[in-house]
């Protein structure tokens, strides 16, 4: 819980609810390897990996799919991009151990 909300600073959703700050307990550890992998000549371009993922790290450039650069450090580890490809042309394995999306408890 951030200092805000325990100060009473930051509403409840409703009645006597506690907000809960839910990003202060997700911290991602960005990986020093790549975990998503996308094979350009097996994409059709069909699109379903940009509508899918909920971090916006794919986009279409070229009539292709394209990952963004800085994924590693952003990827909440759903694994959408890899079921919505079709065409089998993103692979997805989750990040080495230590890295990734490490959640906190309070």
């Known amino acids: 819980m951030s200092e805000k909300m325990r100060n009473g600073e930051e509403p409840g959703r409703g009645g006597d609810e506690l907000a809960v700050d839910r990003f202060a307990l997700v911290e991602v550890i960005p990986s020093e390897r790549d975990f998503i992998f996308l094979d350009a000549e097996r994409c059709t371009g069909c699109g379903n990996c940009v509508a899918i993922c909920p971090m916006d790290l794919w986009r279409m450039r070229g009539g292709r799919a394209e ?14 991009c890899f079921i919505a490809c079709e065409a089998g042309a993103v692979d997805f394995t989750y990040p080495p151990g230590g890295t990734g999306v490490a959640y906190r408890y309070a």
């Open 67 to 80: 990952l963004a650069e800085g994924y590693r450090g952003v990827c909440v580890e759903c694994g959408s």
